[in-house]
């Protein structure tokens, strides 16, 4: 594609020029450009992102995914949820951070919640990535469904999961939308190994 300096991308308001841009080389002015789209009060900048999510360059499916949870439509929510079993780690991290955006900024029902949540949680145990199981458990958070099986999952991956920064991301959320099942496993976290990476949930569980 053609190389555009970097100021094209905010002088040129054109949604086919932006997209161009986005998957030029350059994954800087990709990101810029996936932003300049966003500000485009434009009918075909909903449709040109979620196109943009089926690229083969994980970079852009990353700064689509990034830029979706920006515009803060709901439509993006759907296509977005495909990309939870992205192959690349970067894009899953980035569909989830837009669906966090997305639940923060729009109102979604009980229906849109438990999906997104069900689907959440199948990451934070079975995802090898522990970024990407952090902010899996983070944005189940934001989702506020605090139903037995949920809860019982959470409570799973805190007590087996091999990394302190997930089992402390589990911890926030279990406070969150948990009672009293979440006491024991949670006072078990208090006692339990010394270790100095251990203090953070140790001290998010008192």
Not at 44 to 56: E, Q, R, V, W, Y
Not at 170 to 176: D, P, Q
């Amino acid at each position: 594609s053609e190389n555009l300096p970097h100021d094209t991308i905010f002088i040129r308001d054109e949604p086919s020029t932006l997209v161009e841009v986005i998957q030029a080389e350059d994954n800087d002015d990709s990101r810029m450009a996936a932003l300049a789209l966003t500000g485009l009060l434009n009918d075909d900048t909903l449709p040109a992102l979620i196109d943009l999510l089926g690229s083969k360059k994980n970079y852009v499916r990353q700064n689509a995914s990034w830029a979706l949870g920006l515009l803060a439509d709901k439509e993006g929510l759907q296509p977005l949820t495909k990309l939870l079993n992205d192959k690349d780690d970067e894009v899953r991290r980035e569909a989830i951070l837009a669906i966090k955006r997305l639940s923060n900024s729009c109102s979604l029902n009980s229906e849109e919640k438990e999906m997104i949540t069900s689907k959440l949680i199948d990451i934070l145990t079975r995802d090898k990535n522990r970024d990407v199981r952090f902010d899996a458990a983070r944005t189940i958070g934001d989702m506020e469904q605090g139903q037995g099986e949920t809860i019982s999952k959470l409570i799973n991956v805190l007590q087996n999961d091999s990394d302190w920064k997930v089992k402390s991301a589990c911890v926030g959320v279990l406070g969150r939308i948990g009672g009293k099942n979440v006491v024991g496993p949670l006072n078990k976290i208090l006692v339990t190994d010394s270790q100095v990476d251990a203090s953070w949930t140790r001290n998010r569980a008192a």
